[in-house]
């Protein structure tokens, strides 16, 4: 139990309090994006869904992508160069969906609740954005692919989700003595009762 405490404790610190001579300046987060969850784990969960559906439509739209970009050079530019972005997107997205699924991953776990079907939901509502390729002409869906970008409030908050519920997750541990090592912060050892 003394674990949970701690845990607890370490959330509401005051950063004055705890010797900072001010609190760090926030800085704004960046809007939610339309349609998406306000909770992290929901949130989380629909950036996996729309990022996904990005994902997904790779193999179909690069035909098209390749066509676009052959035929609107700009000067100087080199296609092999321009196509690589997209290559590199893609590796970023697939490491981007990787953070997700832990964050998921260790929220479900740290929850006394039951919370993959909500999960489930906000990933089909994200991936449901992507719904709409199916009825549009090749050269839309592409231009709508290309000029996409991941949501700027994903990754932070996969990042913070991950690291809260394993703190949480810790906590709710019967097992567990002490808080991580990298906490600051160690729970001491429950003694039995002498008889």
């Known amino acids: 139990m003394s674990a949970l405490f701690l845990a607890l404790a370490l959330f509401a610190q005051d950063p004055v309090a705890a010797g900072a001579s001010e609190p760090a300046p926030q800085a704004a ?12 784990y929901g949130l989380v969960s629909w950036c996996h869904g729309a990022l996904t559906g990005y994902l997904d439509l790779h193999d179909q739209v690069m035909p098209e992508v390749t066509r676009i970009e052959t035929t609107y050079r700009a000067p100087g530019s080199s296609l092999k160069e321009d196509l690589k972005v997209y290559a590199d997107m893609q590796k970023q997205s697939r490491q981007d969906l990787k953070l997700f699924a832990r964050a998921m991953e260790a929220a479900e776990r740290a929850s006394i609740k039951p919370i993959n079907t909500l999960g489930g939901a906000a990933v089909q509502r994200g991936r449901s954005g992507w719904a709409a390729a199916a009825n549009l002409p090749k050269a839309r869906v592409a231009q709508e692919w290309m000029s996409w970008s991941l949501p700027a409030r994903c990754v932070p908050t996969a990042t913070r989700l ?13 097992g567990v003595e002490a808080l991580p090592a990298d906490s600051g912060v160690t729970a001491a050892a429950e003694t039995p009762a002498n008889p």
Request: charged share 30%; aromatic share 8%.
């Open 29 to 40: 987060e960046p809007p939610y994006p339309p349609g998406a969850p306000h909770d992290d």
């Open 162 to 174: 991950e690291k809260q519920a394993k703190l949480l997750g810790a906590a709710f541990d019967p």
